[in-house]
C-alpha cells in the first residue's frame, strides 16, 4: 500500500469528458505517441512548503541537490494547457518512491537522490516530489486532457548507503561486485558502480523484509497494512517470497491505485531478462484490475505501455541486445518499445529524408507493433545531438517528424542550455526548466511556437509517428506519411527546407482534385487543383492535413 492513504478521491467521469490534446478523433497510438520526459524535481515547483525533508541540507555539487521541482507544478502545467499546446500525449517522470535520506559523494560531490533513482522505501511517494493525493490529481487533470501517465520503475538496485540510510540485506543485495560489463554475467549479477547495493534479483529463495523498512513502517503506523497486502499478492501469485517479487508488488500498485498508463524500466540489462516478462506480467494484471474497478476512468483499450532502458540499445539491433557473449530479445513478452540511444547518431548522420525512410522501414517490418522511444537529449547521455542549442528548429524537425514514439526531453522545446558551467557528469543535463527565457525571451518564444505547431501536428496525426513514409520529391523535399487501424485513416504531406512565399505542390498520389487541405503550419487552406494545391506562406515549413 502506498502511505499518506486515503479514500480514492470521487472523480467525475473522466472519459465522458476527456479531450484529446489534438483536438482531434484520431486513436492514441504509443508508438507514434509525442511523450514529454521530465525530471520531477527539475521542472516546475508547485509547493514550495515541501522543498526541505529528512534535513537533506548539507552543501551539494552544483545542480546536485533537489531544487523544488514536484507532482503539483506538472499538474500545474497540464491544467494550464502548456503540454496541450506543445501536443504531448504522454508525461515520463522520473521514480517519485521515497529516496535515500542522506548524501553520498561519488567523486561529483554531495549528491541527493532529486533524481529519483535511489529508492529508499518503494511504498511512500518522496514528500519532496508530493502526496498520494498530488499523484491522483495529476493522473485526473492528464487524462482529462488526453495525456497519459508514464511512472519510472527500478526494480535493479537500492539507494546508495549513507550514515541514514543502512545496506538492506545480504539476501536482498550483492556489493561485493562491480560490474566489468564485458558479457552477460559482469553486466547483470553485480553492482553498477561502487556504492550502489544490487538487489538479488536472480534468488527465488524467501527472504524477510528488511528490519529497517519493518521499523519505519511500524513507526508511520502502516506495517500491519503492508503485510496484509503483501501476503494477499504472494497467496495469488504463488511468487516465492524473493526480492523482486516484494518490490515488483510494490511497483504495481502505483497502477492499480492511481491508474498510471505505463513505466519506463530503468537498467533493463542490469538485471535477468526473465525478470522483466514478470513484471510485464504483473502490469498487465494490474492495469486489467484497475479498467475493470474503474471503468468510468478508462481512456482507451490501449495495452500498458512498457518501454525499456536497455542502454546503448538501437534500432539497428532490430528486437535484439548484444552484450558480446550473449543477444537478447527484450521486446517479446516484455516491453511495448525501447529508447533508442541510436537516434542521435541517425539525426547527425543523415538528412531528413535517410533518416525518415530508415526508421520507417524497420518500425513497418523488423519491428511492427512495437515501437522505439526516439530522443536527441536526455538525463543522462552525454553527448547530445546539440548541447548548445544551435540548432534547435532541426531538432524538433528531425524528432517530431521522424517515425517512431517521440521523446521530448524538457527544455528541448525551449533551448534550454546543456552546457551549465561549474557542474560535473550529469548534472549539465539537469538544470531547472528556463521558465524565466519562456515569458521574457523572443527568441525562446519563436523557438516554442515551432515545437509546438510539429508537436500537434504529431498529436493529431498518428501517420507521422505510426504511419508508412514515402517521399514526393527531393528537391524540394515534400513527402507523404499514410496511416490505417481498423476504419480509421490518416494521410499527411510535409515540407521541409522549402522556399518561403508561393508554393505548389504535387499531391495527387495523395489528395484528389476538390479536397480541401489546412497547412497546420501557416494556417492556410486550400483546394486541389489538377493534383497541385498551391499555399503561399512566409515559412519554409508545411504541414498539410485535409479538412
Same mark, same amino acid.
Request: with cysteine; charged share 25%.
Given at each position: 500500500?502506498?502511505?499518506?492513504?486515503?479514500?480514492?478521491?470521487?472523480?467525475?467521469?473522466?472519459?465522458?469528458?476527456?479531450?484529446?490534446?489534438?483536438?482531434?478523433?484520431?486513436?492514441?497510438?504509443?508508438?507514434?505517441?509525442?511523450?514529454?520526459?521530465?525530471?520531477?524535481?527539475?521542472?516546475?515547483?508547485?509547493?514550495?512548503?515541501?522543498?526541505?525533508?529528512?534535513?537533506?541540507?548539507?552543501?551539494?555539487?552544483?545542480?546536485?541537490?533537489?531544487?523544488?521541482?514536484?507532482?503539483?507544478?506538472?499538474?500545474?502545467?497540464?491544467?494550464?494547457?502548456?503540454?496541450?499546446?506543445?501536443?504531448?500525449? =504522454?508525461?515520463?517522470?522520473?521514480?517519485?518512491?521515497?529516496?535515500?535520506?542522506?548524501?553520498?559523494?561519488?567523486?561529483?560531490?554531495?549528491?541527493?537522490?532529486?533524481?529519483?533513482?535511489?529508492?529508499?522505501?518503494?511504498?511512500?511517494?518522496?514528500?519532496?516530489?508530493?502526496?498520494?493525493?498530488?499523484?491522483?490529481?495529476?493522473?485526473?487533470? =492528464?487524462?482529462?486532457?488526453?495525456?497519459?501517465?508514464?511512472?519510472?520503475?527500478?526494480?535493479?538496485?537500492?539507494?546508495?548507503?549513507?550514515?541514514?540510510?543502512?545496506?538492506?540485506?545480504?539476501?536482498?543485495?550483492?556489493?561485493?561486485?562491480?560490474?566489468?560489463?564485458?558479457?552477460?554475467?559482469?553486466?547483470?549479477?553485480?553492482?553498477?558502480?561502487?556504492?550502489?547495493?544490487?538487489?538479488?534479483?536472480?534468488?527465488?529463495?524467501?527472504?524477510?523484509?528488511?528490519?529497517?523498512?519493518?521499523?519505519?513502517?511500524?513507526?508511520?503506523?502502516?506495517?500491519?497494512?503492508?503485510?496484509?497486502?503483501?501476503?494477499?499478492?504472494?497467496?495469488?501469485?504463488?511468487?516465492?517470497?524473493?526480492?523482486? &517479487?516484494?518490490?515488483?508488488?510494490?511497483?504495481?500498485?502505483?497502477?492499480?491505485? &492511481?491508474?498510471?498508463?505505463?513505466?519506463?524500466?530503468?537498467?533493463?540489462?542490469?538485471?535477468?531478462?526473465?525478470?522483466?516478462?514478470?513484471?510485464?506480467?504483473?502490469?498487465?494484471?494490474?492495469?486489467?484490475?484497475?479498467?475493470?474497478?474503474?471503468?468510468?476512468?478508462?481512456?482507451?483499450?490501449?495495452?500498458?505501455?512498457?518501454?525499456?532502458?536497455?542502454?546503448?540499445?538501437?534500432?539497428?539491433?532490430?528486437?535484439?541486445?548484444?552484450?558480446?557473449?550473449?543477444?537478447?530479445?527484450?521486446?517479446?513478452?516484455?516491453?511495448?518499445?525501447?529508447?533508442?540511444?541510436?537516434?542521435?547518431?541517425?539525426?547527425?548522420?543523415?538528412?531528413?529524408?535517410?533518416?525518415?525512410?530508415?526508421?520507417?522501414?524497420?518500425?513497418?517490418?523488423?519491428?511492427?507493433?512495437?515501437?522505439?522511444?526516439?530522443?536527441?537529449?536526455?538525463?543522462?547521455?552525454?553527448?547530445?545531438?546539440?548541447?548548445?542549442?544551435?540548432?534547435?528548429?532541426?531538432?524538433?524537425?528531425?524528432?517530431?517528424?521522424?517515425?517512431?514514439?517521440?521523446?521530448?526531453?524538457?527544455?528541448?522545446?525551449?533551448?534550454?542550455?546543456?552546457?551549465?558551467?561549474?557542474?560535473?557528469?550529469?548534472?549539465?543535463?539537469?538544470?531547472?526548466?528556463?521558465?524565466?527565457?519562456?515569458?521574457?525571451?523572443?527568441?525562446?518564444?519563436?523557438?516554442?511556437?515551432?515545437?509546438?505547431?510539429?508537436?500537434?501536428?504529431?498529436?493529431?496525426?498518428?501517420?507521422?509517428?505510426?504511419?508508412?513514409?514515402?517521399?514526393?520529391?527531393?528537391?524540394?523535399?515534400?513527402?507523404?506519411?499514410?496511416?490505417?487501424?481498423?476504419?480509421?485513416?490518416?494521410?499527411?504531406?510535409?515540407?521541409?527546407?522549402?522556399?518561403?512565399?508561393?508554393?505548389?505542390?504535387?499531391?495527387?498520389?495523395?489528395?484528389?482534385?476538390?479536397?480541401?487541405?489546412?497547412?497546420?503550419?501557416?494556417?492556410?487552406?486550400?483546394?486541389?487543383?489538377?493534383?497541385?494545391? =498551391?499555399?503561399?506562406?512566409?515559412?519554409?515549413?508545411?504541414?498539410?492535413?485535409?479538412?
Amino acid at each position: 500500500m502506498l502511505t499518506n492513504c486515503k479514500n480514492n478521491p470521487k472523480a467525475a467521469d473522466v472519459k465522458a469528458n476527456l479531450v484529446d490534446p489534438s483536438g482531434s478523433d484520431a486513436p492514441f497510438i504509443w508508438e507514434g505517441a509525442n511523450l514529454y520526459f521530465l525530471l520531477t524535481d527539475r521542472f516546475n515547483n508547485g509547493y514550495t512548503s515541501n522543498d526541505i525533508n529528512f534535513d537533506r541540507t548539507k552543501e551539494t555539487g552544483k545542480l546536485r541537490g533537489f531544487k523544488g521541482g514536484d507532482i503539483k507544478g506538472i499538474t500545474q502545467k497540464v491544467k494550464e494547457g502548456y503540454f496541450t499546446d506543445l501536443g504531448i500525449n =504522454a508525461i515520463w517522470m522520473t521514480p517519485i518512491v521515497e529516496q535515500i535520506h542522506g548524501g553520498t559523494d561519488e567523486g561529483t560531490g554531495v549528491t541527493y537522490g532529486f533524481h529519483g533513482y535511489w529508492a529508499k522505501d518503494w511504498t511512500r511517494i518522496d514528500p519532496n516530489f508530493g502526496t498520494k493525493e498530488d499523484l491522483h490529481e495529476l493522473v485526473k487533470e =492528464a487524462h482529462a486532457k488526453g495525456i497519459r501517465i508514464v511512472l519510472d520503475a527500478v526494480i535493479n538496485h537500492t539507494g546508495p548507503v549513507t550514515e541514514k540510510d543502512p545496506v538492506w540485506p545480504n539476501d536482498w543485495v550483492r556489493t561485493d561486485k562491480q560490474c566489468s560489463y564485458d558479457n552477460y554475467e559482469n553486466t547483470v549479477s553485480c553492482t553498477l558502480v561502487a556504492n550502489l547495493p544490487d538487489i538479488r534479483t536472480e534468488s527465488n529463495e524467501n527472504v524477510d523484509l528488511p528490519s529497517q523498512l519493518v521499523e519505519k513502517w511500524k513507526t508511520e503506523g502502516r506495517y500491519e497494512q503492508e503485510i496484509k497486502e503483501l501476503d494477499a499478492f504472494f497467496e495469488r501469485t504463488g511468487y516465492p517470497r524473493a526480492p523482486r &517479487f516484494y518490490i515488483i508488488k510494490w511497483l504495481t500498485d502505483y497502477i492499480t491505485e &492511481f491508474g498510471v498508463d505505463g513505466y519506463r524500466a530503468d537498467t533493463v540489462k542490469h538485471t535477468e531478462a526473465y525478470v522483466w516478462e514478470e513484471f510485464k506480467t504483473e502490469c498487465d494484471y494490474a492495469f486489467s484490475e484497475y479498467k475493470k474497478n474503474n471503468p468510468d476512468k478508462v481512456l482507451d483499450d490501449n495495452d500498458f505501455y512498457l518501454v525499456g532502458e536497455v542502454y546503448n540499445y538501437g534500432i539497428s539491433g532490430g528486437k535484439f541486445f548484444d552484450y558480446g557473449d550473449k543477444k537478447v530479445n527484450y521486446y517479446d513478452n516484455m516491453f511495448s518499445g525501447q529508447i533508442n540511444f541510436e537516434f542521435k547518431w541517425n539525426a547527425k548522420e543523415f538528412d531528413y529524408q535517410n533518416l525518415y525512410m530508415r526508421y520507417s522501414t524497420v518500425l513497418n517490418n523488423e519491428l511492427k507493433r512495437f515501437g522505439v522511444l526516439n530522443y536527441l537529449s536526455s538525463h543522462d547521455d552525454g553527448s547530445p545531438f546539440d548541447p548548445s542549442r544551435e540548432k534547435p528548429l532541426e531538432t524538433a524537425n528531425k524528432l517530431l517528424l521522424s517515425p517512431g514514439t517521440s521523446q521530448v526531453y524538457y527544455g528541448d522545446e525551449s533551448a534550454r542550455s546543456l552546457i551549465i558551467e561549474g557542474t560535473v557528469g550529469d548534472a549539465t543535463l539537469r538544470s531547472f526548466m528556463n521558465w524565466d527565457d519562456i515569458q521574457e525571451s523572443g527568441k525562446t518564444k519563436d523557438i516554442l511556437t515551432h515545437w509546438q505547431k510539429l508537436g500537434q501536428f504529431r498529436a493529431k496525426h498518428p501517420a507521422i509517428g505510426a504511419g508508412i513514409h514515402q517521399m514526393i520529391t527531393s528537391q524540394p523535399y515534400y513527402f507523404y506519411r499514410s496511416y490505417q487501424k481498423d476504419d480509421f485513416k490518416d494521410l499527411v504531406v510535409v515540407g521541409l527546407d522549402v522556399h518561403k512565399g508561393p508554393k505548389s505542390i504535387d499531391v495527387s498520389k495523395i489528395f484528389k482534385d476538390g479536397d480541401t487541405l489546412h497547412d497546420a503550419y501557416s494556417g492556410i487552406t486550400s483546394k486541389v487543383e489538377n493534383g497541385r494545391v =498551391a499555399i503561399d506562406s512566409d515559412y519554409d515549413v508545411v504541414l498539410l492535413e485535409q479538412k
